[in-house]
């Protein structure tokens, strides 16, 4: 009972976790997703019209473009003259100032001066006076005229018949009989005496610019109701682009509630849940195991959301081209870490995901698709890093030769293409080769770990298995050869034989923490035999626990160390406890010490390796190597692994465990298979054969 209620237990957690990523990942596409408050159609100038014949359904003006709005406002504010009020009481405030301060006269100058620079500075009060910085606003078009109220009375003056409180100060010292007293004048500060007459009449200004611009009007035609605006396929051109506009811009205003809002966000909600239920429902239907891995599911569902997410915040900020982003990233990844069915899938229903915010569903969702196709067919194999800027370059064509086909389909005409969209799609290559860095981050971040790394890893030249073949030459030797066993079983059953190849490798790299225990390493000399057979099973089972010290200190990928912790699974040092039971056979002898910790395989390429490692290893003990005794062995020790449980966690079948008996048995007698003995002459035709040698040297 307990069992049943404990399995019903973890189906119920299974499912309530599928629901919670679903509801997760639907919750944040959908908060991200612009609304389309402001678009009913998807249009652009120079595109056909995608939808069926489009009917005015009410009278509707036609509006006029934002930019010809602002042409023609531009056009009035030319004309546009601002207010300033004449001040007159400056000028008897700052000329009377001036004659009190001189009222004896300018030093060094006669007294005529004094009277002389009272009338200038009259005559520049008269023409007027302004601020520099409204003074330098208007000057930029000389042309500009001001409207000067003094009194009752507004007179339009040209800005060069006015002065700023610098130019006024320049021209009184610039004046005829002024300008040779020019250094004595500057002492006397007579700028001090220049302020500003006209004053800037900011409330009239603005009344007379508000009923200036009033005069634009805001449309330029007329829609009656009935009229038919645009058929299906045709071409939109400008005119028809403002009719569209104001047709959509109306029907908003006239529409325009909360009612709409809530529609657009619940067919959104319907459609990413139908586009995230399909993805999960593929999942449990045919890639269960990923979806019992927490890793596998993060980064599935991450690529499916953040893609998405980015596209809606271009669309709603309006930033760059959505052709930018680089999409091929999911396939690319999904590939190299996973396998390509799931790339195929993941990458459909993610441009699915982003075509629900973008104008032309059908072009993007084409190009997309196509970038997707070539992404994951350029990796097959990935061996090289380098690849990937291959596969940049190949989705960049892929990408620019679908758009132009698109292009040549809607246009016909080479000359009116649109040369934007290759810019984008090239800065979409280039940012496609981010794959490189980012893959390693992903490796690090959900603990994949890619073919390029096994690659790196298998690289027998340096790190721990430089040490190995230096420290332990003999389990080096052991390594490769179980390697090369286990690769090819794994090639004969379509497993992953790069994976299992590189376990090999590494799975008794333990021993390098005492090589001459172990057989393979020992030169006549056996440590063994003064050992007791606990402490030697200890030292020998320990390889597995030095290992993976080992391993971490390298910093090895968790899916290799567990080669090295599988390797011999929950199995025994038997050779020690047959010694210890022979050697105490009144005593009942506790196999704990005589065990390996474990765990057993729990993955094909595992079990592949401790199939492979038995025998390899089992099979320098034979006495003759016949096809009945290798075949023995081979049988002997893979039906005890089986019988001993050590595959009932692994989905390994019993057709892959006898393909891996006949792949071991071949391989096995090729290697141990000795040469033939080569015939020797006998006596009689040996010296035959000398008498004609010597006959024909004499010759």
Known sequence: MDYFDQSEGHRLRSILTRTCIVLVTVALIVWFLPRNEEKLFNYDVGKPWMYSSLIAKFDFPIYKSDEVIQHEQDSLLSIFQPYFNYDKEIEKQQVGKFLIDYRDGIPGLSADYKATIADRLHRLYQMGIMNPPEYNLIYKDTTKQVRVVNGKTAQSITINCIYSTLSAYELLLSDEKLAPQRSILQKCNLNEYIEPNLIYDKARSEAERDELLSLVAPASGYVMSGQKIIDRGDIVDAYTYRVLESFEKETIRRNSNQNEITSTVLGQIIYVGIMVVLFTIYLALFRRDYFDKPRSIMMLYSMITVFPILVSLMIRYNHFSVYIIP???????????????????????????????????????????????????????????????????????????????????????????????????????????????????????????????????????????????????????????????ASEIANKIEANSL??????????????????????????????????????????????????????????????????LTHHGTG????????????????????????????????????????????????????????????????RIIDEQVTNGYFKECPITFRDIAQAKLVLIERLKSIYHTRIQYPELNKENKEKTNKKEGRRKSK
């Open 499 to 564: 994976l299992v190849r590189t376990g090999a490798l590494y799975h008794d790299i333990g021993k390098m923490a005492n090589p001459v225990f172990f057989t393979e390493n020992q030169a006549g000399v056996n440590p063994h035999e003064k050992m007791k057979s606990v402490e030697s099973a200890r030292i020998i089972t320990s390889h597995v626990t030095e290992g993976i010290k080992l391993a971490e200190k390298a910093n090895l990928p968790g899916i290799i160390k567990n080669f090295i």
């Open 327 to 485: 999409f091929a990233l999911t396939p690319i990844f999904i590939r190299v870490f996973m396998d390509s069915r799931t790339a195929f899938t993941t990458h459909t229903i993610m441009v699915l995901l982003c075509a629900v915010a973008v104008k032309y569903q059908y072009e993007f969702i084409i190009v997309q698709m196509v970038a997707g196709f070539v992404a994951v067919y350029s990796l097959r194999e990935l061996s090289q890093r380098a690849q990937l800027f291959k596969t940049a370059m190949l989705v960049m064509l892929a990408s620019a030769a679908i758009y132009l086909a698109l292009q040549l389909i809607q246009d016909n005409e080479f000359l009116s293409l649109d040369r934007d969209m290759y810019i984008y799609i090239l800065m979409n290559g280039v940012l496609l080769l981010l794959a490189y860095p980012l893959m390693y981050l992903i490796e690090k971040t959900f603990g994949f770990t890619s073919n390029v790394t096994l690659f790196e890893l298998s690289n027998t030249n340096k790190g721990l298995l430089r040490n190995l073949s230096e420290i332990a030459p003999g389990t080096f030797q052991h390594a490769i050869t179980v390697g090369n066993l």
């Open 572 to 635: 025994m040092a038997r050779y020690f406890y047959v010694k210890e039971q022979n050697a105490h056979p009144n005593e009942v002898i506790d196999k704990e010490p005589f065990m390996y910790p474990g765990p057993n395989p729990f993955t094909r390429e595992q079990a592949i390796l401790m199939m492979a490692d038995a025998v390899e290893a089992a099979s320098r003990s034979l006495k003759e190597y016949t096809e009945e005794s290798i075949s023995s062995l081979v049988n």
